[in-house]
């Protein structure tokens, strides 16, 4: 199933309800752990478990007199579970069900934007093979160069995916760490046992070392990670944005039918999704540079990190999620013009020969620095006088007394600069 626009599994991650629900998660399995270690009885722990609900409306009530979310969590559950809630958050503080807390929400958000990631991945490779050969015009500096094909674009993109699947899976192990190690990350009023219980239910690692805070190192690599994916997605979106070019027009958008262009032509068909993927990747690299800020804290913690992931983190992932799904969908209905290709390639008269033939008359003996000069000559008269790059290097002896005309001829087979597609296909996996 392609992403389409309309995401709402990973915007449930980031619901209110369902952060209160880890935090839930987190201080009943503390509890275990307590009485596992006989600090707090069994039954309560039973009774913690039967009873701990919270509501989100008086959470808010609460945290508006207290001015702490934490605090006002615990209030509300303990409204719930009664005299036993006094063994509820024992010896924690609260950024151990914050940092804890969070890196659930991260790893789940990972778990579906890697989901997006090969669907994604899968499109670009059935694509790809689908215009392997498909002839096409490389360009550098944005002027023609030599012949590759839109498949090798395609593959490049698909190869470019993979390396970002792995980035995305290595910060999602990175993050997966949580930490139940109290005000200062000392362990004080806690056994080092109920951290490690806690986070092996929740299939996190404990972190190895902590303050009262997770390191904002491990965000910020999955913020730029995350950045990092949506710059890819930038790129191979302002590639179609060229080639949607009017004057190029040798792949474009979709078009549905009844959608409108612009309000004053009526004949326009513009790249918006491509371009609204472009402008939505400066959102997720601001974000990432938010991200890194927050690594530097005072001492074992403040909180200028915390208002700041309050909306990156969440917006981020909400983010990636819908550019991937937007992204899919272009790749998948992209409109393809083969023919166009084949009219833009033979724009330059056989230009795109030129090292072609610079080559073969240096293999004949001709220095270099002559063979340059003499092709370069040609060139230039197809440029300024549109003439056929081949037929002018016919008429130049300089040329003629190193290469026959059937040796110029066999130049300009297109056949040979495709020539190892098959090998980068298999190179890339495809």
């Known amino acids: 199933m392609i992403p389409r626009y309309t995401r709402r599994e990973i915007g449930k991650i980031w619901s209110e309800e369902n952060k209160f629900q880890t935090w839930l998660d987190i201080e009943i399995l503390a509890c275990?752990?307590?009485?596992?270690?006989?600090?707090?009885?069994?039954?309560?722990?039973?009774?913690?478990?039967?009873?701990?609900?919270f509501n989100v409306k008086r959470i808010d009530e609460i945290e508006a007199e207290v001015k702490h979310d934490v605090i006002a969590f615990l209030t509300n559950v303990g409204e719930y579970v009664g005299a036993e809630s006094r063994f509820i958050h024992l010896g924690m503080t609260s950024s151990d069900v914050l940092d804890t807390g969070l890196a659930i929400q991260m790893k789940q958000s990972a778990d579906l934007l890697l989901?997006?990631?090969?669907?994604?991945?899968?499109i670009l490779a059935r694509r790809a093979k689908e215009f392997k050969y498909t002839l096409t015009i490389g360009r550098t500096h944005g002027v023609h160069a030599e012949p590759t094909t839109f498949g090798l674009k395609l593959a490049l993109w698909y190869d470019e995916t993979k390396r970002n699947?792995?980035?995305?899976e290595n910060a999602k192990e990175n993050i997966s760490c949580g930490q139940i190690s109290g005000a200062v990350g000392t362990y004080e009023h806690l056994d080092p046992f109920v951290e490690k219980y806690v986070c092996e239910k929740l299939g996190l690692k404990p972190a190895p070392i902590s303050t009262q805070i997770l390191q904002r190192d491990l965000h910020a690599e999955f913020m730029t990670t995350v950045a990092i994916i949506g710059s890819s997605l930038e790129k191979f979106a302002t590639e179609i944005r060229h080639l949607q070019k009017t004057e190029v027009l040798e792949a474009e958008e979709y078009f549905s039918k009844g959608q409108k262009g612009?309000?004053?032509m009526p004949h326009k068909r513009n790249p918006i999704t491509c371009e609204r993927v472009a402008g939505l990747a400066r959102v997720l690299r601001g974000n990432a540079q938010a991200a890194m800020e927050n690594i530097s804290l005072w001492h074992e913690r403040d909180i200028t990190h915390s208002s700041v992931e309050r909306i990156i983190i969440p917006d981020s992932c909400i983010l990636l999620d819908y550019m991937l799904g937007l992204f899919t969908d272009i790749v998948d209905k992209l409109i393809v013009y083969p023919e166009n290709m084949n009219n833009n390639l033979e724009l330059t008269h056989g230009l795109v020969f030129s090292q072609?033939?610079?080559?073969?008359?240096?293999?004949?003996?001709?220095?270099?620095?002559?063979?340059y000069a003499a092709v370069q000559k040609s060139a230039m008269d197809v440029w300024q006088n549109k003439k056929n790059f081949k037929d002018v290097l016919k008429s130049d002896k300089s040329i003629?007394?190193?290469?026959?005309?059937?040796?110029?001829?066999?130049?300009?087979?297109?056949?040979?600069?495709?020539?190892?597609?098959?090998?980068?296909?298999?190179?890339?996996?495809?």
């Open 32 to 53: 275990e752990a307590q009485a596992e270690l006989g600090v707090i009885p069994r039954d309560a722990v039973k009774v913690i478990r039967e009873k701990a609900k």
């Open 356 to 371: 072609s033939v610079l080559l073969a008359l240096t293999k004949k003996g001709m220095k270099r620095e002559n063979a």
């Open 400 to 430: 003629t007394n190193y290469l026959s005309n059937s040796e110029l001829d066999e130049l300009f087979d297109l056949k040979k600069s495709i020539r190892n597609v098959d090998y980068i296909f298999k190179q890339v996996g495809l």
């Open 165 to 168: 699947i792995k980035r995305l």
């Open 262 to 264: 612009s309000s004053a």
């Open 115 to 122: 989901k997006d990631m090969r669907e994604l991945e899968i």
